[in-house]
């Protein structure tokens, strides 16, 4: 008997001892294991007489049970210890400014975008917008390119079925997704009293897509509206503008005779640049880069817009956004 008391002390405090997770399970393997001492003390009553066993049978369960317990016991204990010392060496302070994790920025469109608002702001320029769901005539009749006129085949555009059209008889205005900023020059002038002088930056559509054209891309309109304008303003806007734009004094810019049903003259303006190391790099005026369409606005879009065009003249640019930023940032796949 006192054996199993002997027993009881013993394992309790080895038990009690255990300094660790591990030291303890090494301990409960000991005691009741398949090996353990305990359990071999369970296989003895097998071969006791019933009287035995009926004095040890409740000594040796009554071990295990206190054994058990007293396992469960430090096993807490030790689990408690663990924790607080993981809490110790892990700080976390909520409080702190997150350090890792996504982070966005700015499309390169809505960059060059917001740059041209800022840099015509500093010339007087305000920003217009307009729908980019359009009818045919703010985006070609006004403009000077009538029902027959071949410059609508080549603009691709996205017509929206007839029955969507506005309008009845002569009135009927076919829609259509904008090809162009444009519309919102005749937009401004028929809302608006001059002198204008606005860009509208915004998404436009054309059917149209490879590594450089893409069915949605963005455009910026430039319109000037006032007494006694000339090319000469419009050439100071555009060098003014470029040189601000790309960030250097010796950009150069050629004005190509061209067309465009809208403005009359018409010039394309290309910008100089020159090879350094295999590359092109804009400045000077080795050769030359297509970059923007421009001109005097036509005595009849002037005239469509309910205005006398022998008192207000006017200037336009147009250009296309997704390729200044490809130009100053360096990518050549839209
Ligand atoms: N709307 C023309 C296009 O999409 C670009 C353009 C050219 C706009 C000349 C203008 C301009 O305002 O004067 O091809």
Redesign the pocket.
């Known amino acids: 008997m006192s054996d199993i008391d002997t027993m009881t002390s013993d394992w309790l405090s080895r038990i009690e001892r255990a300094g660790d997770l591990q030291a303890l399970e090494a301990e409960r393997v000991a005691a009741l294991g398949k090996q353990g001492a305990i359990t071999g003390l369970l296989k003895t009553l097998g071969g006791m007489t019933p009287e035995e066993r009926q004095v040890e049978g409740p000594r040796i369960h009554s071990l295990r049970e206190r054994v058990l317990d007293a396992i469960a016991e430090r096993k807490a204990v030790l689990e408690g210890a663990q924790l607080d010392r993981r809490l110790a060496t892990e700080t976390f302070d909520m409080s702190l400014p997150v350090s890792t994790g996504p982070q966005g920025s700015v499309h390169p469109v809505s960059q060059v975008m917001d740059e041209l608002a800022e840099i015509f702001a500093d010339l007087g320029f305000s920003v217009a917008t307009g729908p980019e769901i359009e009818d045919d005539w703010h985006n070609f009749t006004a403009l000077n390119i009538p029902e027959s006129h071949p410059a609508r085949a080549m603009h691709d555009t996205f017509y929206f079925p007839d029955q969507m059209s506005r309008g009845d008889g002569a009135e009927k205005k076919r829609m259509l997704l904008r090809?162009?900023?444009?519309p919102v020059?005749i937009r401004t002038m028929t809302s608006k009293a001059p002198p204008i002088y606005i860009i509208a930056p915004g998404r436009?559509y054309r059917s149209d897509s490879d590594a450089t054209h893409t069915p949605m891309f963005h455009?910026v309109?430039?319109?000037v509206i006032d007494k006694g304008i000339h090319m000469g303003h419009l050439k100071w806007t555009l060098e003014t503008f470029l040189k601000a734009y790309f960030e250097r004094d010796d950009i150069v810019l050629r004005l190509r005779p061209s067309y465009?049903p809208?403005?009359e003259p018409?010039a394309e303006v290309d910008v100089g640049y020159t090879i350094q190391k295999g590359r092109r790099v804009l400045g000077g005026s080795e050769g030359w880069m297509e970059l923007?369409?421009?001109?005097m606005v036509h005595p009849k879009v002037i005239t469509a817009c309910g205005l006398d065009p022998d008192e207000w003249q006017g200037s336009?640019?147009?250009c296309g956004i997704d390729r200044l930023g490809m130009l100053k940032y360096g990518m050549d796949d839209l």
């Open positions: 090809t162009h900023t444009s020059q436009t455009q309109e430039g319109l465009f809208f403005t018409s923007l369409g421009s001109g336009a640019l147009g």
